[in-house]
């Protein structure tokens, strides 16, 4: 049972990104997928979420309109969509798995990390 976030880099201010959350061992359709990320001496800040079906999608204030969360239940595959990217959004980025819904109080799975710089 895996999970793997993808598709970080280097980015410039302004620029997107589109990370990609890929689930292997189990059947991702049956579980909401959360994106959060954690910004060095910094809380982990929940990102957004998107419903097993998708939905429905949730998203922080500071990244709403910027951020777009999708999934392929065909493939096993979450995805971040990251556009107008600003210095703030650096940080190491994580998917995990609830089958509860988006709630993540305890979640299921947790990816590896993937690293999003944002600089000029």
């Known amino acids: 049972v895996q999970l793997q976030a993808s598709g970080g880099g280097l980015v410039q201010p302004g620029g997107s990104l589109r990370l990609s959350c890929s689930a292997s061992g189990f059947t991702l359709a049956y579980y909401a997928i959360g994106w959060f990320r954690q910004a060095p001496g910094k809380e982990r800040e929940r990102v957004g979420c998107?419903?097993?079906?998708?939905?429905?999608?949730y998203y922080t204030d500071s990244v709403k309109g910027r951020f777009t969360i999708s999934r392929n239940n065909a493939t096993n595959t979450g995805y971040l969509k990251m556009d107008s990217l600003r210095l703030e959004d650096t940080a190491v980025y994580y998917c995990?798995?609830?089958?509860?819904?988006?709630?993540?109080?305890?979640?299921?799975?947790w990816g590896k990390g993937t690293q999003v710089t944002v600089s000029s």
């Open positions: 998107i419903n097993r079906s998708g939905s429905i999608t």
């Open positions: 995990a798995t609830d089958v509860t819904g988006c709630d993540f109080d305890r979640p299921d799975y």
